[in-house]
């Protein structure tokens, strides 16, 4: 069975860091694109992030770019989101997916549960 | 399309059938435009339920359907459920060049 498990949501200040994690489990992980996207509680969702499958490709949303970076470790069967340079706009649930292969076609298959994070002072 | 963009509705009844529509990338768009659709209910995560445009996955019922005209894609739930009511979101992705892939939601009522 896939598993998908975020972890590292908490409340942190604006222009803070926070690095979130997603154990993954179930599947051959270095099979597969990764991503990150995130949703503002009652609103709808925003991509935010992907990492190839060997880690070595990476592409972010415009409104990220700069600030975040997505990274993976194969042998953990983990992908990261290293948060810096928050904002109160960035408050959101931070969901992991998979993607259907190691190419980026966005079909995200399988879903994590999702972390909060909230930025706040 | 954007998380940004207001959420749209729509509603039916018991039985019914509905269509959600979703406008394709802006621009130039050359190449295969990939297409995939979710559904969320509320304090849930989404869920896949079309992808490739027509696709459903296994245990996604078949009154789930997907389909294109040229640049719009649509849901059609035929033989609306109560369970049905949720949040839908179309995801369009036709390369690095726009990553802006998620649409603004359709919510579902089923009356």
Redesign the interface.
């Known amino acids: 069975e896939v598993q998908l498990a975020e972890s590292g949501g908490v409340v942190v200040q604006p222009g803070g860091s926070l690095r979130l994690s997603c154990a993954a489990s179930g599947f051959k992980f270095d099979d597969y694109t990764m991503h990150w996207v995130r949703q503002v509680p009652g609103k709808g969702l925003e991509w935010v992030a992907l990492v190839s499958w060997d880690g070595y490709s990476t592409y972010y949303a415009d409104s990220v770019r700069g600030r975040f970076t997505i990274s993976r470790d194969n042998n953990k069967k983990s992908i990261y989101l290293q948060m810096n340079g928050l904002k109160s706009e960035d408050t959101a649930f931070y969901y992991c997916a998979k993607d259907s292969s190691g190419s980026f076609f966005f079909y995200l298959h399988y879903w994590g549960q999702g972390t909060l994070v909230t930025v706040s002072s | 399309q ?4 207001q ?1 749209r509705s729509v509603s039916g009844s018991p039985g019914q059938s509905v269509t959600i529509s979703c406008p394709g990338p802006s621009g130039n768009v050359r190449g295969y435009v ?1 297409v ?1 659709w ?1 559904q ?1 209910h509320p304090g849930k ?4 339920i079309i ?2 445009v027509t696709k459903r ?1 296994s245990g996604v019922p078949d009154r789930f359907s997907g389909s294109k005209s040229g640049n719009t894609a649509s849901l059609t739930i035929s033989g609306l459920q109560p369970e049905d009511e949720a ?1 839908y ?1 179309c ?1 369009s ?1 036709a390369g ?1 060049s726009n ?7 359709t919510k579902l009522t089923v009356l």
């Open positions: 954007s998380a940004l963009t959420a990939y995939s979710y969320q995560a989404p869920k896949l992808y490739d996955p949040d979101y995801c992705y690095v990553l802006d892939v998620f649409d603004g939601g």
